[in-house]
Each structure stands twice: as C-alpha cells, then as structure tokens.
C-alpha cells in the first residue's frame, strides 16, 4: 500500500483542484508515518486521498479529516 501526499504553497490550492500554487507529491508506506513526515521547506499545505475521505493540513488546521459524502 502506499499513501500519496500532496504539498502545497498555498492553502487555497486544494479546495479548487488545478489552481494556481505550487505542488509536490511524495509517497509513505503508511498513513501515520505521510501524517507524522514535517511539510517539506516552503509548504505551507498537504492533501492525502484515502479511501473514505482525506485528510488536510496545515499549519493552522493541524491535520483534520474528511469524510467523502
């Protein structure tokens, strides 16, 4: 199994996918270590998609979940 996350330079980039900002997707092994993995330098956002929903963070949320309706 592997998680995908995507980073962001902006906040805003997720809600409307194919936005402005720039993005960067790294793969994990798990969710709790994609969770636990520090943005990379500059990111001040991350998306991961999973099978019942995805969770987002950033620097104001801290990680929240999702659930896909």
């Known amino acids: 199994m592997s998680i995908r996350v995507i980073y962001s330079t902006e906040t805003f980039l997720i809600k409307n996918e194919g936005q402005p900002g720039k993005q960067y997707a790294?793969?994990?092994?798990?969710?709790?270590?994609a969770k636990t993995t520090p943005l990379p330098e500059g990111y001040v956002f991350a998306y991961i998609p999973v099978e019942s929903g995805h969770h987002v963070y950033s620097a104001k949320?801290?990680?929240?979940?999702?659930?896909?309706?």
Do not use: P, R, T
């Open 61 to 69: 949320l801290g990680w929240e979940f999702h659930q896909n309706k």
């Open 26 to 33: 790294l793969s994990f092994a798990s969710l709790e270590e």
